[in-house]
């Protein structure tokens, strides 16, 4: 089979396809053909040598990806809940050796979801990472609720478009920031106010919010405190909540936290019924082929996109 494999860390001519042998799944995991790959920031720098290459090197060779969406064309033992010909979608071993990048993937039957019927293989790859961050992040760490004010940053983001949708979906009152030009698209996701972050200081205009979600890092991490009521929540997924952030926060008995995501079969479902019933619905602003996938890295390092980046192997 074909794969992308980064033999040593740099620039997008450093994703190299080669001929490589076909997993075979062990006890518990599926061999996946794969349709869709959705390319994510931290795709972009593993490939540079940082984030997760030197934990992917030990066990090389080094494909990166996490994010697939295909169908199940062998299983192997104890596999349960999935059999050949289903169609799943779903983050796999994240932050582990995910190897997406590929023709087919060896996933866990515990990282992946059946993919809804009324979502495209590109769309169903685009929900994995980012909208597993946006659910864990919202709900699992800040205890998302009804009636709550949610500040969501870089809200026509990849991660970003999905929070705007899960917490309006929770009927949580979204403030998202955006450039002007992305206000009526998260306006549509469900933002009911938007802030254009060149010109104001999102923590000088909102000083209300019950949740923060940032997705930019230390210095927005400690700013945004001041959006925060007392008590409220922040959750990092950049590891902007650095311990002066956190002294600062318990001030005002403000919970900061990073987090980073992981693979889960148990979130993914509720997601995957999110997109059944048409609550949640990912926006893919570029589709790329396989053989064009560094382009897609060189898009997703623009920092520009609206929603995802994704790449298509149903050529």
Do not use: C
């Not at 064309?73 to 059999?83: C, L, N």
């Not at 009152?173 to 972050?197: C, K, L, W």
Request: charged fraction near 25%; aromatic fraction near 6%; avoid cysteine.
């Amino acid at each position: 089979m074909k794969a992308y494999v980064v033999n040593e860390p740099g620039g997008i001519e450093k994703l190299q396809i080669q001929e490589i042998d076909k997993p075979t799944p062990k006890a518990g995991e599926l061999l996946v053909k794969v349709k869709a790959i959705s390319i994510n920031p931290v795709d972009t720098k593993t490939r540079e040598g940082k984030a997760f290459y030197n934990a992917l090197a030990e066990n090389p060779p080094v494909i990166i990806g996490w994010d697939i969406s295909g169908v199940v064309e062998a299983v192997g033992e104890d596999v349960k809940v999935f059999k050949e010909g289903d169609e799943v979608f779903g983050m796999v071993n994240f932050p582990g050796q995910g190897r997406a990048y590929a023709e087919y993937v060896a996933a866990p039957e515990a990282h992946l979801a059946h993919k809804p019927a009324n979502i495209p293989h590109h769309e169903a790859a685009a929900a994995t990472l980012a909208a597993l961050t946006a659910w864990q992040a919202l709900v699992h760490q800040a205890g998302l609720k009804a009636g709550q004010r949610v500040l969501i940053h870089a809200a026509a983001g990849g991660v970003g478009h999905f929070a705007v949708q899960i917490a309006s979906y929770f009927k949580a009152t979204v403030i998202g920031t955006a450039s002007p030009e992305n206000h009526d698209f998260i306006r549509n996701m469900g933002a009911a106010e938007q802030i254009d972050y060149h010109q104001y200081d999102p923590a000088k205009v909102v000083m209300d919010a019950d949740i923060v979600l940032d997705s930019l890092g230390e210095e927005n991490t400690r700013k945004s405190l001041g959006a925060l009521k007392d008590g409220g929540t922040i959750v990092s997924i950049l590891g902007g909540a650095k311990e002066a952030v956190q002294e600062e926060a318990k001030k005002r008995s403000i919970a900061a936290k990073n987090y980073l995501v992981h693979s889960s079969a148990e979130d993914m479902e509720k997601i995957a019924e999110l997109m059944r019933q048409g609550h949640l619905r990912p926006h893919v602003s570029h589709v790329y082929t396989f053989k064009d996938l560094p382009k897609a890295h060189q898009q997703v390092e623009t920092r520009k996109t609206r929603g995802k980046v994704v790449v298509s192997l149903d050529e």
